[in-house]
């Protein structure tokens, strides 16, 4: 199993252009979530997915939009860039079921610059 | 959705033991406590959870008040590679959005 998988792994950008960021997990969970880690800061919760078709906003989701068409992908856009919005970017996922003992796994993170 | 709080940073010596608080006052009967670590430039990775038991693992070992209102994650021995950011959070698996707060930074001296 490839676990959770990131690309691209560094960006610039500059301010008001929009980009994908993009996530794939092969071990079926239904759970998918985006975080964004500004430096020395804790991970915040972009937006989340339970399922397939479902999507739901997270403490920040602002500047941001998702989709979850297929269990395993889910792309994070970025709509207009800005430099607010450069930090480190993770992908996780988390079986559901099991009454809360299922576990995120996370990818190895994408670390965008906006200019 | 239940809060946790915890001390921004902890200092440890290493091949000391180290307990990491966590409270979570609001904690819902259905919630597990999970913890992760975060080394450098690296992402999250899952440490530990439990229920209401104390749980071990060959990472560490969680202990949990009777009350459930607040945790502990017990590093035996510390060593150089366990300074990271160690994060406390509830999971009740009913696709509520998990939040992670600021954690709390162990450094470990030599």
């Known amino acids: 199993n490839a676990g959770v998988t990131q690309t691209p792994k560094f960006q610039v950008l500059k301010t008001g252009q929009s980009m994908t960021l993009q996530c794939a997990q092969d071990m079926n969970h239904e759970y998918m979530s985006w975080y964004r880690q500004d430096p020395g800061m804790g991970l915040r919760l972009i937006h989340y997915?339970?399922?397939?078709?479902?999507?739901d906003q997270g403490e920040v989701p602002n500047g941001y939009n998702v989709s979850r068409s297929t269990t395993e992908d889910f792309p994070l856009r970025l709509l207009s860039a800005a430099p607010s919005q450069t930090s480190v970017y993770f992908c996780?996922?988390?079986?559901?079921?099991?009454?809360?003992?299922?576990?995120?796994?996370f990818g190895p993170g994408t670390r965008l610059l906006v200019l | 959705d239940a809060k946790t709080t915890q001390p921004n940073s902890m200092e440890s010596n290493e091949e000391e033991p180290v307990h990491l608080p966590c409270n979570h006052s609001t904690i819902s009967g259905t919630d597990y406590i999970h913890w992760y670590r975060q080394l450098p430039s690296q992402g999250p990775e899952y440490v530990i959870h439990g229920l209401t038991s104390n749980v071990n693992n060959r990472m560490a070992s969680l202990a949990i008040a009777e009350d459930r209102k607040s945790s502990t994650l017990i590093l035996h021995r510390a060593t150089l590679r366990d300074a990271a950011v160690y994060y406390c959070?509830?999971?009740?698996?009913?696709?509520?959005?998990?939040?992670f707060g600021g954690g709390t930074r162990l450094m470990v001296k030599p």
């Open positions: 959070i509830l999971n009740n698996n009913a696709g509520n959005m998990l939040t």
């Open positions: 996780a996922s988390m079986p559901l079921g099991g009454g809360g003992k299922g576990t995120q796994y």
């Open positions: 997915s339970v399922g397939a078709g479902i999507t």
